[in-house]
C-alpha cells in the first residue's frame, strides 16, 4: 500500500474521529438553546462537555494538519477555494471557544444571555457547513489550472447546490440527534428525559435526511463497493432510532458513531482516487498521488502518527472515564458572586 | 488595496494578537504548575490559593489564545495558498507534529486539570497540570521550528520539477539552529511576561492590602507571590538577555541585512557603533537621510561578533549582494528591493529591548522592598506595578514584529549557506485566486471580532485581579458523584 493511500485514510481516520466528538459538542450547543428551560439547565447541558470539548477540537487542529503536511496542494486549494465558509466555521470556533470558558465568569443575566447566543450560534453554523463542504468535495467544484497550479476558480454560491445543501441537513440534522443522545446519558432527571424525547424525533429526520443523501451520493457519484458503506450506515441509522425508542442510550450512541463512520467512508471512497474532483474536467482533478508530498515527508510523517495516535487514543479515553458519571441540576454548584459591580 | 497588502495586514493583525496572549499561557502554566506542587509539597494553604487565584487568570487567557490560534493554523492555506504549496512538504510537518504531541496533551489535561480538583488522586491532579504546561511549551518548540525554517531554511532541495521545496531530513528541521537560538529566547520570555504578571498583580494586592489593615493576614501570601514573580523575572531577564545575544550573533550570519535594518547602519564599517537614536527619513527610499543621534563606538561589531573592531556590512552593500545572488527584478520585472522596512526594524528592535530591561529593573525593585520580610507600602509601588504588566508583552510583541518584518522581502528568507532557491518572495506565496474583495471583508471581520472579544477578555482579567485571591476549601476526592461539581462551567 503506498504512502499517499495510508494518509489519505488516515485523514479520513482523523476527520470520523473530529466528527464523531465534536458532533455530540455542536449538538450539545444547539440543544442547550433547544432543550434547556433556565439557566441551571443550561449549565447542565454545558457542562457534559465541559472538560472533554477542547481536547475533541484538536482533532480538527490535527486533520488540517496533516492535511497540510501529507497534500500541500489539496490543503491549499482546498482552503483558498472554501474561503468563506471556512471563514465563517472559524469564526464560530473562535467565538464559541470563548464563549464556553466565559459564560459562568460573572454572575449577571444579561452577560449570561449574549454568551449563550454565541454558545448556541456557534454550534448551529458549522453543523449546517460542515455537511456543505464535505458535499462539494464528493460532488466536486470548478477547478482549473490557472497559474500553474490547480485552483479553485468559482465563486461562494458555485458551493450552494441543492446536493451541497441537503448534506449540510444530514450534519445538521446527526449532529442533533448525537447530541440529545449523549444528553440523555450523560444527564439525570427530567431533562434526561426531555433530551430522550427529543432524539427519538430527531433520529427519524436524520435517518430520513440521510438516506436520501446517501442514495443520492451513491448513484451520481460513487463506485460500487461504497454501497457497502450506505448499508452500514443505513443499518446504523435504523438502530439509532429503534434504540432511541427503547431509550437504550448508551446503544443508540454508539449506532450514531457508525454511522458517522460510515459516512465519512462513504465520501472519502467516492472521492477516491481524487482528494478532490474537478466539476469542469477530470484532468484538473487534484487526486492522492498529483497533491501528496514526498514519500520522505510521508514517511517520517507515518512514523509519528503510528505512535502518537495510540497514546492520544488512550489519554483521551482516560479523561472520558475520568467523567464517565451522569450529572444532574443536582450537580450544578451556585454561581460565584462575581459581578462586574464593586460591592 | 490589493489582496496581498490586505492578506499582510490580516496575517500580521491575526498573529500579533495571538502572539500577544500565548507567552502568558506558556509562562504562567509552569508557574502555577510550581505553585500547586509548592501545595502539594508543603500543605501550606497559601499556595493553594495562589494555585487557584493565577489558574483562574490563566484559563481566562488561554480561552482567548487557543481561539486565535485556530485561525493561524488554516490561515495559511486561505491566503497564502502558493506559499503552501511552496514549503507544504516541509512545513506542514512540525505543523501536524504540534497538533498530534501537543495539542491532544494540552487540551486534554487542561480539562482533567481544571475538571479534576474533586475526581483525581492529589498527585495524579498535580501531574495534570505538569502534562498541560508541557504540552503548551512543546507546542512552542514546534511553531518555533516552523517558524525558523521560514527565517532560514534547512534540511531542504528545491524539486525544479515539482517547483516546489522538499524535506530531505526532518532531524535537521528539527535541530535547526535557528530554532535552537529562538526557541530559548521565545522561553524565557514567556517565562518574564508569566513573572511579571505574578510579580506586578501581588504588589498591587500587597500594597492595597497593607493600606486597607497593616494587619492583614493575607499580606504574607501576597508577598510570597511577589517575591516568587519577581525571581522569575529577575533568571528570566538574564535568560532573555543571553538567548537574544546568541541569537543576535547568528542572525548576523544568517540574515545580515535584518540586522543592518535594525541597526540602521547603510555602509559598510569597522568597529560599527550602536545607535541609539537616529532621526532622519528611516522609512523613505533615501536611506542616506538618517542620522544617528547617539552612538555606542564599536558596540555593534561586538554584539554582532563578539570583536570590537570587526567589519559589519551595511544596507547598500548587501542590497548589492543579494541582487547579484537572488535575482535584481521579480516576476513582473520591477527592482525588488532587499531592504525591509527600516523604521519599523529600527525601533521595534530597540523597544523590544528597553521595554524588557524596564521589568528587569522592576525586579530588583521589587526584591530590595521586600527584603528580610518586610512588605511594601508605597503607593508608588502599586503604581510601578501596574504600569510594568504590559511591558513585556510590549517587548515581546515588538520582537515577533522586528523578526517577521525584518525578513522581508522574503516569506521564506534564502538560507546564505543553503541550497538555492529554496526561498520565496513574499509577493509571490499569496493566494491568487482570493479576491481582494474576500480577504477585505475576512480582515474587518477577524478586527472586529478579536476587538470585542478582547474587551471582554480585559475587563475579566482585570476583575478577578482585583477581586484577589479566593479563600479556598481543601480539595478531597468525592468517591460516589454525590456532591456538586467542585467547578461548572
Known amino acids: 500500500m503506498d504512502l499517499a493511500l495510508i494518509w489519505f485514510v488516515l485523514i479520513a481516520v482523523l476527520w470520523t474521529g473530529y466528527l464523531v466528538l465534536e458532533g455530540f459538542d455542536f449538538g450539545v450547543g444547539m440543544l442547550m438553546g433547544l432543550l434547556a428551560k433556565n439557566n441551571k439547565e443550561r449549565r447542565l447541558a454545558l457542562n457534559t462537555i465541559g472538560p472533554v470539548w477542547d481536547g475533541n477540537e484538536v482533532w480538527l487542529l490535527t486533520a488540517g494538519g496533516a492535511t497540510f503536511a501529507a497534500f500541500p496542494e489539496w490543503y491549499a486549494t482546498l482552503f483558498s477555494g472554501f474561503y468563506l465558509p471556512l471563514l465563517l466555521?472559524?469564526?464560530?470556533?473562535?467565538?464559541?471557544?470563548?464563549?464556553?470558558?466565559?459564560?459562568?465568569?460573572?454572575?449577571?443575566?444579561?452577560?449570561?444571555?449574549?454568551?449563550?447566543?454565541?454558545?448556541?450560534?456557534?454550534?448551529?453554523?458549522?453543523?449546517?457547513?460542515?455537511?456543505?463542504?464535505?458535499?462539494?468535495?464528493?460532488?466536486?467544484?470548478?477547478?482549473?489550472?490557472?497559474?500553474?497550479?490547480?485552483?479553485?476558480?468559482?465563486?461562494?454560491?458555485?458551493?450552494?447546490?441543492?446536493?451541497?445543501?441537503?448534506?449540510?441537513?444530514?450534519?445538521?440534522?446527526?449532529?442533533?440527534?448525537?447530541?440529545?443522545?449523549?444528553?440523555?446519558?450523560?444527564?439525570?432527571?427530567?431533562?434526561?428525559?426531555?433530551?430522550?424525547?427529543?432524539?427519538?424525533?430527531?433520529?427519524?429526520?436524520?435517518?430520513?435526511?440521510?438516506?436520501?443523501?446517501?442514495?443520492?451520493?451513491?448513484?451520481?457519484?460513487?463506485?460500487?463497493?461504497?454501497?457497502?458503506?450506505?448499508?452500514?450506515?443505513?443499518?446504523?441509522?435504523?438502530?439509532?432510532?429503534?434504540?432511541?425508542?427503547?431509550?437504550?442510550?448508551?446503544?443508540?450512541?454508539?449506532?450514531?458513531?457508525?454511522?458517522?463512520?460510515?459516512?465519512?467512508?462513504?465520501?472519502?471512497?467516492?472521492?477516491?482516487?481524487?482528494?478532490?474532483?474537478?466539476?469542469?474536467?477530470?484532468?484538473?482533478?487534484?487526486?492522492?498521488?498529483?497533491?501528496?508530498?514526498?514519500?520522505?515527508?510521508?514517511?517520517?510523517?507515518?512514523?509519528?502518527?503510528?505512535?502518537?495516535?495510540?497514546?492520544?487514543?488512550?489519554?483521551?479515553?482516560?479523561?472520558?472515564?475520568?467523567?464517565?458519571?451522569?450529572?444532574?441540576?443536582d450537580h450544578i454548584p451556585e454561581h460565584s458572586e462575581l459581578t462586574f459591580l464593586k460591592k | 488595496?490589493?489582496?496581498?497588502?490586505?492578506?499582510?495586514?490580516?496575517?500580521?493583525?491575526?498573529?500579533?494578537?495571538?502572539?500577544?496572549?500565548?507567552?502568558?499561557?506558556?509562562?504562567?502554566?509552569?508557574?502555577?504548575?510550581?505553585?500547586?506542587?509548592?501545595?502539594?509539597?508543603?500543605?501550606?494553604?497559601?499556595?493553594?490559593?495562589?494555585?487557584?487565584?493565577?489558574?483562574?487568570?490563566?484559563?481566562?487567557?488561554?480561552?482567548?489564545?487557543?481561539?486565535?490560534?485556530?485561525?493561524?493554523?488554516?490561515?495559511?492555506?486561505?491566503?497564502?495558498?502558493?506559499?503552501?504549496?511552496?514549503?507544504?512538504?516541509?512545513?506542514?510537518?512540525?505543523?501536524?507534529?504540534?497538533?498530534?504531541?501537543?495539542?491532544?496533551?494540552?487540551?486534554?489535561?487542561?480539562?482533567?486539570?481544571?475538571?479534576?480538583?474533586?475526581?483525581?488522586?492529589?498527585?495524579?491532579?498535580?501531574?495534570?497540570?505538569?502534562?498541560?504546561?508541557?504540552?503548551?511549551?512543546?507546542?512552542?518548540?514546534?511553531?518555533?521550528?516552523?517558524?525558523?525554517?521560514?527565517?532560514?531554511?534547512?534540511?531542504?532541495?528545491?524539486?525544479?520539477?515539482?517547483?516546489?521545496?522538499?524535506?530531505?531530513?526532518?532531524?535537521?528541521?528539527?535541530?535547526?539552529?535557528?530554532?535552537?537560538?529562538?526557541?530559548?529566547?521565545?522561553?524565557?520570555?514567556?517565562?518574564?511576561?508569566?513573572?511579571?504578571f505574578v510579580a506586578g498583580i501581588a504588589v498591587y494586592w500587597m500594597v492595597r492590602k497593607h493600606r486597607e489593615d497593616a494587619a492583614h493576614t493575607d499580606l504574607p501570601m501576597y508577598r510570597t507571590a511577589a517575591r516568587f514573580g519577581a525571581l522569575v523575572m529577575l533568571l528570566a531577564g538574564a535568560a532573555v538577555i543571553y538567548t537574544g545575544d546568541t541569537q543576535g550573533k547568528l542572525l548576523a550570519e544568517q540574515q545580515p541585512i535584518k540586522m543592518a535594518a535594525a541597526e540602521g547602519l547603510m555602509d559598510t564599517t569597522t568597529s560599527a557603533p550602536f545607535s541609539l537614536l537616529a532621526i532622519g527619513n528611516l522609512a523613505g527610499d533615501d536611506p542616506s537621510s538618517v542620522t544617528h543621534l547617539i552612538e555606542i563606538p564599536g558596540f555593534t561589531s561586538f554584539l554582532f561578533t563578539g570583536d570590537w573592531n570587526a567589519e559589519i556590512r551595511g544596507i547598500n552593500q548587501l542590497q548589492e549582494e543579494y541582487a547579484d545572488r537572488y535575482g535584481a527584478t521579480d516576476a513582473a520585472g520591477n527592482e525588488i528591493q532587499y531592504r525591509p522596512n527600516l523604521l519599523v526594524t529600527y525601533w521595534s528592535f530597540r523597544l523590544m529591548i528597553g521595554l524588557a530591561a524596564f521589568s528587569a529593573a522592576l525586579a530588583l525593585t521589587i526584591l530590595w522592598f521586600t527584603r528580610k520580610g518586610s512588605i511594601t507600602t508605597k503607593p508608588w509601588m502599586k503604581a510601578l506595578a501596574l504600569i510594568s504588566l504590559p511591558m513585556p508583552y510590549l517587548a515581546a510583541s515588538f520582537g515577533w514584529i522586528f523578526t517577521e518584518m525584518g525578513r522581508q522581502p522574503f516569506v521564506v528568507a534564502p538560507n546564505p549557506d543553503g541550497v538555492d532557491m529554496v526561498m520565496l518572495l513574499t509577493q509571490s506565496g499569496y493566494s491568487p485566486n482570493v479576491s481582494a474583495g474576500e480577504v477585505a471583508f475576512s480582515l474587518v471581520v477577524f478586527t472586529i471580532v478579536y476587538a470585542i472579544l478582547g474587551v471582554f477578555w480585559f475587563r475579566l482579567i482585570q476583575r478577578y485581579a482585583v477581586e484577589g485571591a479566593p479563600q479556598v476549601e481543601q480539595p478531597t476526592v468525592d468517591e460516589d458523584g454525590s456532591r456538586p461539581l467542585s467547578f461548572a462551567y
Open chain 1, 89 to 329: 466555521i472559524l469564526l464560530s470556533l473562535i467565538v464559541r471557544a470563548v464563549a464556553i470558558e466565559y459564560r459562568g465568569k460573572i454572575n449577571d443575566e444579561k452577560w449570561r444571555q449574549r454568551w449563550d447566543w454565541a454558545i448556541i450560534g456557534s454550534a448551529w453554523v458549522p453543523s449546517i457547513l460542515w455537511g456543505v463542504a464535505f458535499a462539494n468535495l464528493v460532488r466536486g467544484v470548478p477547478i482549473a489550472e490557472s497559474n500553474g497550479h490547480l485552483e479553485y476558480v468559482g465563486n461562494f454560491f458555485d458551493l450552494l447546490s441543492p446536493f451541497a445543501l441537503l448534506g449540510g441537513l444530514v450534519t445538521l440534522s446527526l449532529f442533533l440527534s448525537h447530541g440529545a443522545i449523549f444528553l440523555a446519558l450523560k444527564t439525570s432527571g427530567d431533562f434526561s428525559k426531555r433530551a430522550g424525547d427529543f432524539a427519538k424525533k430527531i433520529s427519524v429526520a436524520a435517518l430520513a435526511l440521510a438516506a436520501v443523501w446517501a442514495i443520492w451520493t451513491q448513484l451520481a457519484y460513487s463506485v460500487a463497493w461504497t454501497w457497502a458503506a450506505v448499508l452500514v450506515a443505513a443499518l446504523g441509522l435504523v438502530a439509532v432510532v429503534w434504540f432511541a425508542r427503547v431509550e437504550s442510550f448508551g446503544k443508540a450512541f454508539i449506532a450514531n458513531a457508525v454511522v458517522i463512520v460510515g459516512a465519512v467512508v462513504l465520501i472519502f471512497g467516492s472521492m477516491y482516487p481524487d482528494v478532490m474532483p474537478s466539476s469542469i474536467d477530470p484532468a484538473y482533478s487534484l487526486t492522492v498521488d498529483n497533491a501528496s508530498s514526498t514519500d520522505y515527508t510521508l514517511t517520517v510523517m507515518t512514523w509519528v502518527a503510528v505512535i502518537m495516535t495510540p497514546i492520544v487514543l488512550a489519554y483521551q479515553a482516560w479523561s472520558y472515564w475520568v467523567f464517565r458519571r451522569r450529572i444532574s441540576t
Open chain 2, 1 to 196: 488595496m490589493e489582496a496581498l497588502d490586505l492578506a499582510r495586514w490580516q496575517f500580521g493583525i491575526t498573529t500579533v494578537y495571538h502572539f500577544v496572549l500565548v507567552p502568558l499561557t506558556i509562562g504562567l502554566s509552569i508557574l502555577v504548575a510550581i505553585m500547586q506542587t509548592a501545595w502539594v509539597r508543603t500543605g501550606k494553604e497559601k499556595w493553594l490559593r495562589l494555585t487557584k487565584f493565577y489558574g483562574k487568570l490563566l484559563l481566562i487567557n488561554f480561552a482567548l489564545g487557543v481561539a486565535t490560534g485556530i485561525v493561524q493554523e488554516f490561515q495559511f492555506g486561505m491566503n497564502w495558498s502558493n506559499y503552501s504549496r511552496f514549503v507544504g512538504d516541509i512545513f506542514g510537518a512540525p505543523l501536524a507534529m504540534e497538533a498530534l504531541l501537543a495539542f491532544f496533551l494540552e487540551s486534554t489535561f487542561l480539562g482533567l486539570w481544571i475538571f479534576g480538583w474533586d475526581k483525581l488522586p492529589q498527585k495524579i491532579h498535580l501531574l495534570t497540570v505538569w502534562l498541560f504546561a508541557i504540552g503548551s511549551t512543546l507546542s512552542a518548540y514546534f511553531i518555533i521550528a516552523a517558524n525558523s525554517w521560514m527565517q532560514h531554511p534547512v534540511g531542504a532541495d528545491y524539486n525544479p520539477e515539482t517547483g516546489r521545496a522538499e524535506m530531505n531530513s526532518i532531524g535537521a528541521v528539527l535541530t535547526n539552529p535557528t530554532t535552537l537560538a529562538a526557541f530559548p529566547h521565545v522561553i524565557a520570555t514567556a517565562f518574564l511576561v508569566a513573572g511579571t
